[in-house]
């Protein structure tokens, strides 16, 4: 009983300066992004999915030229083969062995097993 008591005189450590108050104009408008890189608006989100572009053209009408035609339909295969350049790798196990991934010893799986403990007994 002695903790419920204690729940009910509590006060919040953080102290508001002044009454609450609600703006009484609100401006409710559409506007760009402060970050945004033009300041203008968009005509509509058709217009805007014509240009936009994530990884590559969102729009299956929209030519890509450097596969020399439509993305969107075909198939990935289609594009030919992909090959990282020279000192780039697709994986980790493509790297050298200096940067391999090192194995778990058995005094460390006993360590997390244990959560530490047989470290110290």
Not at 80 to 89: I, Q, Y
């Given at each position: 009983?002695?903790?419920?008591?204690?729940?009910?005189?509590?006060q919040?450590?953080?102290?508001?300066?002044?009454?609450?108050?609600?703006?009484?104009?609100?401006?409710?408008?559409?506007?760009?992004?402060?970050?945004?890189?033009?300041?203008?608006?968009?005509?509509?989100?058709?217009?805007?999915?014509?240009?936009?572009?994530?990884?590559?053209?969102?729009?299956?009408?929209?030519?890509?030229?450097?596969?020399?035609?439509?993305?969107g339909?075909?198939?990935?295969?289609?594009?030919?083969?992909?090959?990282?350049?020279?000192?780039?790798?697709?994986?980790?196990s493509?790297?050298?062995?200096?940067?391999?991934?090192?194995?778990?010893?058995?005094?460390?799986?006993?360590?997390?097993?244990?959560?530490?403990?047989?470290?110290?007994?």
């Amino acid at each position: 009983m002695q903790a419920t008591r204690i729940l009910f005189g509590r006060q919040p450590m953080i102290r508001f300066l002044g009454k609450r108050s609600i703006p009484t104009k609100i401006d409710h408008t559409p506007h760009a992004h402060p970050a945004a890189p033009t300041s203008e608006l968009p005509d509509s989100f058709a217009s805007y999915r014509q240009k936009a572009q994530q990884h590559g053209p969102l729009s299956r009408r929209s030519p890509a030229s450097q596969y020399g035609g439509f993305v969107g339909p075909k198939a990935g295969k289609s594009l030919g083969p992909v090959e990282p350049a020279a000192g780039e790798f697709f994986d980790r196990s493509d790297l050298p062995a200096r940067f391999a991934r090192t194995s778990w010893s058995a005094a460390e799986i006993e360590a997390i097993e244990s959560g530490g403990a047989s470290m110290f007994a």
